[in-house]
């Protein structure tokens, strides 16, 4: 189980999805066109930001890491090989309360499109996408670091003088114990294909749409959480991960390959505004669909109390074998097997606006709504304001504000170059103000080296611009 606990974890609740053309503007749904814009807005593939027909590339990377538990220096409190004293164990256990823990990241496998002022833009992109989060209260905190040394369990077995596991004389249900508790992982593989193009153009107004259809193959899902009113948590796996439950399902798979243990389909849909050269709006929809789990397919009782527990907590061994231990061969939760589980994709919508109005500088906004609470869906509402500048014909340069979502205030900020005609490099980080604090830490970056256009656009079938 531990392999599918945080190994799994690989850009789910991202918002730009790997393209570091827009990451660091803060405004993805207005500045990405070609194959980037799946997944934001595909209404951008009518229109296009470099005047080049066909855009190709591969191995785009993203990946980020956030806690408000501890700080950027005793981030290794998470996996470091070292033997807490109780002390260090409580203290730790007291600055988890009430924290969020998340990890995401994403890769571009590849991606292609082709745009023509009369037809319209197609594209086509593969892509991995995961993630792991994790919001916990005070009494989760404390299972997790202290273990069977929490004042909870009052009865402790002992075998040679050593205490192997605490027990609770009056047991509590999970629900009760763990009211604002959450966590969650998924690991899904993409394949999207998308279509937009100009719709109407009057006066001074161009409306560009798009549709983008998904596929998806899901290899990895957890998800646990505890509000007011009710307690549920569900897992699936692929048969490759190595794990045991202590029931057996219905939906067993055990011929030890990678192959997925769910499938779902989504769209996307886009629309796009332009005002004379001044203005640039866009509204998208994204994710809307379904996934259905049927391999390994677990439900976690409702009725689950926590009784006994047998691992000393985190800071005796490492955090992986800690889930190993508390969620699956303990008796925090009684599992039991499905013959399948369906369960929504993160949707979202995405309203931006920016103005264009000056020779080479893209200045906007942009909010991004979470539209449902599962795994990988942003917690709150996320809201950007950034620019993108391009001074010299083979850089350009972009930096924002961002707050919301999963994550405190951060600064994006990115970079791309084109060191010959046709070929761009780029690199980008969520939030450069880690460099300088210490506090609620959130590493981001995301980069991409294998980026082509190709086919510049004749002067009389020149597809509209932002360049």
């Not at 980020?64 to 203290?91: C, F, I, P, Q, R």
């Not at 030890?256 to 004379?276: C, E, I, M, T």
């Not at 460099?435 to 009389?460: C, I």
Request: aromatic share 14%.
């Amino acid at each position: 189980m531990k392999a599918c606990i945080f190994s799994i974890g690989i850009g789910y609740a991202q918002t730009e999805y790997g393209a570091f053309t827009a990451t660091g503007s803060g405004m993805p749904v207005i500045v990405v066109s070609d194959y980037q814009c799946l997944g934001i807005n595909p209404a951008n593939l009518g229109w296009n930001a470099d005047n080049h027909k066909w855009h190709f590339g591969i191995v785009g990377l993203s990946v980020s890491g956030y806690t408000d538990a501890v700080t950027k220096s005793d981030l290794n409190l998470l996996y470091e090989d070292h033997e807490y004293t109780l002390a260090e164990k409580e203290e730790a256990a007291r600055r988890f309360s009430d924290s969020r823990l998340s990890f995401d990241l994403g890769i571009n496998g590849i991606g292609l499109s082709y745009q023509d002022p009369d037809i319209g833009g197609f594209a086509f992109t593969v892509r991995e996408r995961g993630s792991f989060s994790m919001h916990l209260n005070s009494y989760a905190a404390e299972l997790l670091w202290l273990g069977f040394n929490s004042d909870y369990f009052d009865q402790k077995v002992i075998e040679q003088g050593l205490t192997i596991a605490g027990i609770s004389s009056n047991p509590k249900p999970v629900a009760e114990l763990f009211k604002g508790t959450s966590f969650s992982s998924a690991w899904l593989r993409d394949f999207i294909l998308g279509y937009g193009r100009q719709i109407v153009e009057i006066s001074n107004w161009s409306l560009y749409g798009g549709l983008s259809l998904k596929y998806t193959m899901g290899f990895a899902w957890v998800d646990i959480f505890v509000d007011e009113s009710k307690f549920f948590g569900y897992s699936a796996m692929s048969p490759v991960f190595k794990f045991e439950y202590p029931q057996p399902t219905p939906s067993l798979d055990t011929n030890g390959k990678l192959r997925p243990s769910g499938k779902g389909f989504a769209f996307d849909l886009g629309l796009s505004a332009r005002y004379k050269n001044l203005w640039r709006f866009g509204l998208a929809l994204n994710d809307i669909g379904t996934m259905t789990w049927n391999k390994n397919v677990y439900s976690a009782s409702f009725e689950a109390t926590i009784r006994k527990i047998e691992t000393p907590g985190l800071g005796n061994e490492n955090i992986n074998e800690v889930f190993d231990a508390i969620v699956i061969e303990d008796d925090l939760m009684q599992w039991e097997g499905l013959n399948n589980k369906k369960a929504s994709y993160p949707s979202q919508i995405r309203l931006g606006v920016a103005y264009t109005g000056v020779s080479h500088l893209i200045i906007g906004s942009e909010v991004m709504i979470p539209l449902n609470k599962v795994p990988g869906a942003q917690e709150r509402p996320v809201y950007s304001l950034g620019m993108q500048a391009s001074p010299l014909s083979r850089f350009f340069f972009s930096a924002g504000f961002q707050t919301g979502g999963n994550y405190d205030f951060h600064i994006p900020i990115g970079f791309s170059v084109k060191p010959v005609p046709g070929w761009e490099i780029g690199l980008a980080t969520q939030d450069i103000s880690v460099l300088f604090r210490d506090v609620s830490p959130y590493l981001s970056l995301s980069f991409g080296f294998m980026r082509f256009s190709f086919t510049r656009y004749q002067h009389n079938e020149e597809i509209p611009s932002e360049q």
